[in-house]
């Protein structure tokens, strides 16, 4: 009881500034009707219960199991048992993602079906998996990191070449979708377990982290190469726009709740049949670490069912709402301001975040403090999108733009960066842009495009994942260059090179 209330003042922390801010906004800038106020508010309160008990039910549930996993993985010192088994547990771990399905569906929807769901979720964890046994292979082999970042990225500048625009969007904003709530405590736990068991301590503590970032990769390869085979050029049709016809408070609320709850079921059940088929094998567990298990996974269910509730059904009308209001205004100078304060504080209620920085801690028996790395990626995010925003009112501003010098700065820093906050940035790339980043900024930033004479609501929209994504990798490796510059005059550099 005293962890779940520990979590609840956590993350009652993380959600105030956003409905603080949104209050302000309400009355000052962008007054909100009091019907999509009253949903916010429900959806705050969601959102609070769900992320304390979503979190509670990662620790005793899903990261032991990651954990096990990776040590059963190392144990059999059967380089083929390494390549297989992070296949299959990549595939299905990325398969049961939610993130990744709301994506997809979107995809299926703009291109009006021509780019089906099922191709999307299928063709992505593919690349997942297949990276993810990349990634514990180069544990095994103590390959540094860097080097494979490298390779993989500089493949990614190879492909963008053949991959049309739209398609480049979609790639990189499947990176993101993909490191979502589920798979990065899983991948993170799945990592810890594999670098644990080899000797060398301090190769053991770089290695925890890196694994996020090789996966998602994956998907960014995965997507190009079916665009480049499917020789799609151009991605017909738009987003559309739903009216909201209930006038209830709690119907909506009620209305997707059943929805999410299977959505959430098929999530989780590769990861139980999974946890069940390695435990009859190999883990052997008592009946009381099982029960625990299980009942982790039950709370991570009802978490992420009232978390998600609460964002699709309170936090995305009112993003949407005051976007297009503040980019309604005369003054574009506010949407942009607005944009960056979200940016900033929309990270903080962000359930992998949590999840990542806590471990970050741990692994670093708190060398690296987690506020310190929560501020860096906050400062990261906002600066993202508020980029995004001016590539809404710049019509010659386009993606690549960014993502093209952003990922060059972000892969030359890895060589004088300390090897530790390498895998710390890159993981915190995927991670920033989970359930909260993707709805509740993705609505504000599409409201915007919406209001903006000249915008692409989808174009711009799919690309603001993609941004979010990419300013952490060089936020938090600046953070460790301030760190190496402080650990020269302690004499603690080895530590964390």
Do not use: C
């Amino acid at each position: 009881m005293n962890v779940l209330l520990s979590k609840l003042k956590e993350v009652l922390y993380a959600v105030l500034p956003i409905t603080l801010i949104v209050f302000i906004l309400h009355f000052t800038l962008a007054p909100l009707d009091s019907l999509l106020l009253f949903r916010f508010v429900i959806g705050a309160i969601l959102i609070i219960i769900g992320l304390s008990i979503f979190l509670f039910g990662v620790d005793i549930g899903i990261t032991p199991i990651g954990q096990s996993m990776g040590k059963s993985i190392a144990k059999s010192n059967k380089i083929w048992i390494v390549v297989i088994a992070g296949v299959l547990l990549g595939f299905f771990i990325s398969i049961a993602e939610p993130d990744l399905h709301i994506l997809a569906r979107q995809v299926d929807m703009v291109t009006s079906g021509l780019i089906s769901k099922a191709s999307i979720v299928v063709v992505v964890s593919i690349g997942i998996g297949v990276l993810i046994a990349a990634g514990l292979v180069r544990i095994v082999y103590n390959f540094p990191l860097y080097k494979l970042l490298t390779i993989l990225y500089l493949i990614i500048l190879a492909l963008a070449v053949f991959t049309s625009p739209e398609f480049l969007a979609i790639s990189f904003d499947a990176s993101g979708a993909t490191t979502g709530a589920l798979t990065v405590p899983f991948i993170l736990a799945l990592s810890l377990g594999v670098s644990v068991m080899k000797k060398d301590s301090k190769a053991s503590e770089k290695d925890s982290f890196g694994l996020v970032a090789i996966a998602s990769t994956g998907a960014i390869i995965s997507v190009m190469i079916m665009n480049i085979i499917s020789k799609t050029d151009k991605i017909s049709g738009s987003l559309e726009q739903h009216e909201e016809s209930s006038k209830s408070i709690i119907g909506p609320f009620l209305h997707e709740a059943p929805i999410i709850s299977q959505e959430i079921i098929v999530a989780l059940l590769p990861i139980l049949i999974l946890y069940l088929v390695f435990q009859k094998i190999s883990f052997k567990m008592s009946r009381k670490a099982v029960r625990k298990i299980i009942t982790g996974l039950i709370f991570t269910f009802i978490g992420l069912v009232l978390f998600l509730v609460g964002v699709n059904t309170g936090f995305m009308e009112v993003g949407s709402a005051i976007g297009h209001s503040i980019a309604s205004l005369e003054n574009k100078a506010y949407v942009v301001i607005v944009a960056f304060i979200l940016g900033l504080v929309t990270i903080l209620a962000e359930p992998a975040v949590h999840v990542l920085t806590h471990q970050i801690e741990d692994v670093t028996s708190g060398y690296v403090r987690r506020k310190v790395v929560m501020f860096a990626l906050s400062l990261g995010v906002g600066l993202a999108v508020a980029l995004s925003m001016l590539r809404i009112l710049i019509p010659d501003l386009q993606l690549w733009h960014y993502l093209l010098p952003g990922y060059m700065i972000a892969i030359a820093m890895t060589y004088i960066v300390p090897k530790l906050f390498v895998g710390i940035a890159f993981d915190s790339g995927g991670v920033a842009s989970g359930p909260m980043t993707a709805t509740f900024i993705l609505a504000f930033v599409q409201g915007a495009a919406e209001a903006v004479e000249g915008a692409n609501v989808l174009i711009d929209g799919f690309g603001m994942i993609a941004m979010v994504a990419m300013t952490p990798l060089i936020a938090l490796q600046v953070l460790g260059l301030v760190f190496k510059l402080k650990s020269k005059k302690g004499g603690m550099v080895k530590d964390v090179q």
